[in-house]
């Protein structure tokens, strides 16, 4: 079956760092995507992953290893609206997204 | 980047009445979009594919009569959540990817939060 698994929360201090892990299983494989979504909001696209190794864009990078089915999300500098959830999705051979259920992030000052 | 407009943003209804939901893309032809439902704290789930001019794909366990899916332009895609009951209560969210873009990225709505009273 299709699966898309990370952690369901984790917390952060201001101005540190953390990195999101994601673990996939798709029918086939056309890249990974991680969208951004802030409370009672829509998602938004932070990034998309289809060959291995790292993304950078500013402040958020995103890593691809196809191998070990493995992506993760890093954020430097963290800022208080960075608290959101972050949704890890795979697209498939049939260029359906499959979802993860998204980690909560908690920026503390 | 592309923009996807879904209207209205908020809806309260009353159980029994029907409520539709617009999907705009304002920018670009889609001839495909999805619309997605989410519960509190729970993943996006996709109930369904619109296709422009075709009967929409439903995923599985979603009731097509329930949920009726019109995408008559290649900018417009409509749900009606029919017979609206409380548990029906959810985030609805349509999006569409932007023709010739290699990446696949989907462009989302801004969402519509749907509340049966």
């Known amino acids: 079956g299709q699966n898309i698994d990370q952690p369901t929360e984790m917390t952060a201090t201001e101005g540190a760092i953390v990195q999101i892990n994601c673990t996939y299983q798709t029918s086939g494989f056309n890249g990974l995507f991680w969208y951004q979504q802030h409370a009672g909001e829509a998602p938004t696209f932070l990034s998309y992953?289809?060959l291995d190794g790292l993304e950078e864009k500013g402040r958020f990078s995103s890593f691809l290893s196809r191998s070990k089915g493995y992506s993760y999300l890093l954020l430097k500098e963290l800022q208080m609206k960075d608290s959101a959830s972050y949704l890890c999705?795979?697209?498939?051979?049939?260029?359906?997204?499959?979802w993860g259920a998204g980690t909560k992030l908690i920026i503390k000052p | 980047g592309a923009v996807v407009s879904q209207h209205p943003s908020w809806v309260i209804c009353k159980s029994g009445t029907s409520v539709k939901i617009e999907c705009r893309s304002l920018d670009f032809q889609a001839t495909t979009m999805f619309w997605y439902r989410q519960f509190p704290k729970q993943s996006l789930m996709l109930m369904a594919t619109?296709?422009?001019?075709?009967?929409?794909?439903?995923e599985q366990g979603v009731e097509k009569d329930k949920f009726l899916i019109n995408h008559a332009s290649l900018t417009l895609s409509t749900l009606t959540v029919t017979s609206a009951h409380p548990e029906d209560s959810s985030f609805y969210i349509c999006?569409?990817?932007?023709?010739?873009?290699?990446?696949?990225?989907?462009?989302f709505g801004e969402g519509s939060r749907l509340t049966v009273l």
């Open positions: 619109s296709n422009e001019g075709s009967k929409a794909t439903y």
């Open positions: 999006s569409a990817r932007e023709p010739g873009l290699d990446t696949g990225e989907l462009f």
């Open positions: 992953n289809v």
């Open positions: 999705a795979g697209m498939d051979s049939n260029y359906q997204l499959i």
